[in-house]
Nanobody, 124 residues
């Protein structure tokens, strides 16, 4: 059973930056890893995904974060990162990472393993 633990959330002013980490209990080499977020009263949505190392680690982003967020992975550390720059109040949400052995996708329904989430609050 793969376990995922997110960290790095917090309170930041608009325009600021945060880096989220998703640490796994085992190797992530064959997993696509996605970052998702859920704001109060809203559905969970896909933010970014990185494909498994075995297929080259391609990336994808939601339109709302393109050019501001960057996903990356360190396979040696079994960790995936989400660098978030130019943060906006509308980025406020609980951020989750998730893993799937299937195709890299921003669809919530395709993921088998989830972390507990980390709160990101963007406010002045």
């Amino acid at each position: 059973q793969l376990q995922l633990v997110e960290s790095g959330g917090g309170l930041v002013q608009p325009g600021g930056s945060l880096r989220l980490s998703c640490a796994a209990s085992g190797t992530l080499d064959h997993y696509a890893i996605g970052w998702f977020r859920q704001a109060p009263g809203k559905e969970r949505e896909g933010v970014s995904v990185i494909g498994s190392a075995s297929v080259g680690g391609s990336t994808d982003y939601a339109d709302s974060v393109k050019g501001r967020f960057t996903i990356s992975r360190d396979n040696a550390k079994n960790t995936v990162y989400l660098q978030m720059n130019s943060l906006k109040p509308e980025d406020t949400a609980v951020y989750y990472c998730a893993a799937t052995l299937w195709v890299a996708t921003l669809s919530v329904n395709e993921y088998d393993y989830w972390g507990q989430g980390t709160q990101v609050t963007v406010s002045s």
